[in-house]
């Protein structure tokens, strides 16, 4: 005898919970999901699970003492972040960086992005089991730590920026390894370019697969490359340059299709753009200082300290009472490795930051997830949260 | 022609070749400790540089631990690597509970360990304050050889105590 | 951008309808950005008026968060403000609004249903300032645990008054 079973309205759908510690949620997200069979019917996000009150501690501590603090913000790439923060500080002070920090600053940053997107795919990989990928990007990762400690003695929390400048000036010999390291790179995008771009399955899991349109990406606040996933050509490094990005020649990167796939292809896009960034900011350093020459905004030098009297007054305040921005609120926004990083600094002329307001990337686009997954499987969830590269650092600040 | 070496002859000179004496305690806690299998909690920074400990660089497998399981059935070393926050201490607590005798804590970093410089509204000031930790790894984030030293200190600490833990060793009020 | 941003100033702000202008308190320019405060009932109409006119196009809400003037030496209006920054991608513009708010009375219209950005970013405001977003679906904490009291961010909340949860499980909100 066969009987239909109809299930009363309320079970009909089975409720799991993801995360936050679970493989596929990168620890401190969790999803909740109620699912038909395999498919996602709704969705809910639950966020918070690395609160780490990163805007009270701003306003607790002095202006360069919060830059240890924007390291763990976007922990994968740090120097963006210690970037984004400092450049919002010096708007506000009304002052330029010289050109030798400037150009510093963009190798830096660009080097940050690609190590960034680096874990970003090579994770999403590993999520979709192609762990290959994964050792081949953590050996390019590696040396690019390698050049970070050389030059500040921290591979991930560098820390390596002060407002006016730099925490020192580059070590000898940094800029031909750098140029060795930055050699090598291509040889491993064009593996795992060979290994996924191809790849029949890596296609048949990611295409397709989270896609969001260009309106809806709108809404949302998209930036980044899950912007630029979907057609919009829209980057801050050319929209509204600051370092002078707009005097190398590269391009940005677009998809149209919004789905994994695209965002994969331009984060590998991306890589290679930084990459020619990198080599001509390599072939054209400028000399001098990395510092601002005003004491009440940089340290003075070590000899002027120990020698004069000026420098030791000026060494003392800087320490005691710090940088007293004026009083004003601005804000400042960087191209980082997930899209539009803002720092929204206010001073009341204190040697402490009045407010520190951060814009993290992540947030406006995990907010969208939802969206993107519903109607989908569950595996296609794990995919596109991969892709989105959700740090939770950023997220929940 | 000789006799096959595994044959066990009655003679104590033979009996040498084929079997060594040891305590039964030794033994165990020698294979527990050469293959720990960890469950990385990981939340912040220090995941990462657990992420490159895994890596091809470091290799963690050199010293047994590199069955990563998310499962805390499977596991019997729990890493916390990051920042535990207060709405993340029942879900570790949680995770805890669930694995089973033997277990191992380690606390990556100085926020596991005590909050490191985030002395703030929201941040739990070190994890010991809801589960027993067993090493400590200093570093914000540790270096891969950190967390690997901190790997050594355990599979030590597991060699010098016994085979029977008992569960409630380290009960903590909370 | 400077460029940009001053003839938005110079030139558009002229062109607004004499209803939208009447909205506006208060034009400031600091360092190239432009801020309108913006009267608290008519925030929605301004808001919309930017977004779908298309003249201006502000198509992204890039960041919307609230602050605290408490403590803040050149007085403010009231203790507290929000702040939208909107963003015309095409033309490559960038504005922000903000709206004060009484110390007795935070509260202001939601608008998540102009961009859909808005409903986390209220949620966060809410939960961190307790800025009320009438009309909110879903007005309840983000960050913070579900048992926090007060609002951390506040100039009158230490920066280390850490509050403890008292529920151990974990599956609240399931």
């Not at chain 2, 509970?97 to 070190?126: N, T």
């Amino acid at each position: 005898m066969h009987t239909t079973l109809t299930p009363p309205e309320s079970s009909k759908y089975m409720r799991l919970n993801l995360g936050p510690s679970h493989p596929a949620t990168h620890g401190t997200l969790r999803v909740f999901v109620e699912l038909e069979g395999e498919i996602i019917r709704n969705m809910k996000l639950e966020i918070g699970y690395l609160h780490r009150c990163f805007e009270k501690m701003a306003e607790t501590h002095t202006w360069n003492q919060v830059i240890p603090f924007t390291d763990r913000l976007n922990y994968v790439s740090a120097m963006m972040n210690n970037v984004g923060y400092v450049m919002s500080v010096e708007k506000l002070l009304g002052i330029e960086v010289t050109k030798r920090c400037q150009r510093i600053r963009v190798i830096l940053c660009e080097l940050s992005r690609i190590i960034d997107h680096l874990v970003c795919i090579g994770a999403n990989a590993v999520d979709l089991g192609a762990l290959t990928c994964f050792w081949y990007f953590f050996r390019e990762r590696e040396n690019v730590y390698d050049l970070f400690e050389a030059l500040c003695g921290a591979r991930l929390t560098t820390s390596v920026t002060r407002v006016g400048g730099m925490y020192q000036d580059l070590p000898e010999g940094w800029l031909e390894w750098c140029r060795k390291v930055v050699n090598h790179m291509p040889r491993t995008l064009d593996e795992v370019d060979t290994l996924l771009t191809n790849n029949r399955i890596w296609i048949d899991r990611t295409k397709g697969v989270g896609p969001i349109s260009k309106e809806n990406a709108l809404e949302y606040g998209f930036t980044g490359p899950c912007l630029r996933a979907t057609g919009i050509a829209y980057d801050i490094r050319k929209a509204m340059p600051y370092y002078d990005y707009d005097k190398f020649s590269w391009n940005v990167v677009t998809q149209t299709e919004g789905d994994t796939y695209s965002r994969y292809l331009v984060r590998m896009g991306e890589m290679r753009e930084s990459l020619k960034i990198i080599q001509q900011a390599l072939d054209d350093i400028p000399g001098g200082s990395v510092n601002v020459d005003d004491w009440a905004i940089c340290l003075p030098p070590k000899d002027q300290v120990y020698n004069s009297i000026e420098g030791l007054m000026a060494h003392f305040k800087l320490i005691m009472h710090g940088i007293r921005p004026p009083v004003g609120e601005v804000y400042s926004c960087t191209e980082a490795a997930n899209g539009e990083l803002g720092f929204y600094v206010g001073s009341d002329n204190q040697g402490r930051p009045y407010r520190v307001r951060v814009r993290p990337p992540c947030f406006a686009i995990y907010q969208a997830f939802p969206e993107m997954c519903i109607g989908q499987t569950v595996s296609d969830a794990v995919a596109t949260l991969g892709s989105l590269n959700i740090v939770a650092g950023e997220l929940d600040r | 022609m000789s006799e096959h070496p595994l044959t066990v002859s009655n003679e104590e000179a033979d009996l040498k070749n084929v079997a060594f004496t040891t305590r039964l305690e030794d033994f165990i806690n020698w294979g527990r400790k050469n293959s720990l299998w960890p469950l990385p909690f990981g939340t912040a920074c220090c995941a990462i540089e657990y992420m490159a400990t895994v890596g091809s660089h470091y290799d963690i497998s050199r010293f047994g631990a590199e069955v990563v399981r998310f499962s805390p059935r499977q596991a019997d070393c729990l890493l916390v690597l990051g920042t535990v926050v207060e709405k993340m201490g029942p879900i570790l607590k949680q995770i805890y509970d669930q694995m089973l005798e033997p277990k191992w804590v380690i606390a990556v970093g100085v926020c596991a360990s005590s909050g490191g410089f985030y002395r703030a509204y929201h941040v739990m000031q070190g994890i010991d304050n809801i589960i027993p930790v067993d090493v400590y790894v200093p570093g914000c984030p540790p270096t891969p050889e950190g967390i690997i030293y901190g790997m050594l200190k355990l599979q030590e600490k597991i060699t010098k105590g016994g085979i029977v833990r008992v569960r409630d060793r380290h009960k903590i009020a909370r | 951008m400077l460029e940009t941003d001053i003839k938005l100033l110079a030139n558009i702000l002229p062109h607004l309808p004499q209803a939208i202008q009447s909205q506006i308190l208060a034009v400031e320019e600091f360092l190239a950005e432009t801020t309108l405060t913006v009267r608290r009932e008519s925030l929605r109409q301004v808001i919309q008026f930017l977004k779908t006119d298309p003249n201006f196009c502000f198509d992204v809400m890039m960041d919307l968060f609230a602050m605290d003037y408490l403590k803040y030496v050149p007085e403010t209006p009231e203790r507290f403000a929000v702040v939208y920054y909107l963003v015309a991608l095409l033309q490559n513009r960038r504005i922000r609004i903000k709206v004060f708010l009484p110390e007795e009375d935070p509260t202001i219209a939601s608008i998540h249903d102009l961009y859909k950005a808005a409903n986390w970013f209220e949620r966060e405001a809410w939960d961190l300032y307790g800025i009320k977003f009438e009309g909110h679906p879903n007005l309840v904490r983000i960050l913070c645990h579900a048992e926090f009291e007060g609002h951390p961010l506040r100039k009158d909340y230490p920066s280390d008054r850490y509050q403890r949860l008292k529920t151990t499980t974990s599956s609240e909100g399931l």
